[in-house]
């Protein structure tokens, strides 16, 4: 079992900057990848951003060049260094972490971007 608890979220305006961090307990030395999506209420969860176990990332093309992922192993901790918000990027953005076949997913946290 992996428990996982975001943070970072809030209240930015736009043109400005958020990180948010996942930090995982539990059963993390089987975590594999780890993800960061997005919902808004009436809306599909959307992927943001993959971290492979190496390192590996990918980004949906909505925020690459201004989001970046990262993890630190030794904190057990996922990051998402989020630039350049805009009000589209208003979200509860969730943390998942992939172990074997399956996923574990925090509460979320809320950002929102004024304009």
């Known amino acids: 079992q992996v428990q996982l608890v975001e943070s970072g979220g809030g209240l930015v305006q736009a043109g400005g900057s958020l990180r948010l961090s996942c930090a995982a307990s539990g059963s993390t030395s089987s975590i594999t990848a780890m993800t960061w999506y997005r919902q808004n209420p009436g809306n599909q969860r959307e992927w943001v951003a993959t971290i492979s176990r190496s390192g590996g990332t990918t980004y949906a093309d909505s925020v690459r060049g201004r989001f970046t992922i990262s993890r630190d192993n030794a904190k057990k901790t996922s990051y998402l260094q989020m630039n350049s918000l805009q009000p589209e990027d208003t979200a509860v953005y969730y943390c998942?972490?992939?172990?074997?076949?399956?996923?574990?997913w925090g509460q979320g946290t809320q950002v929102t971007v004024s304009s």
């Open positions: 998942s972490a992939r172990v074997g076949i399956s996923s574990y």
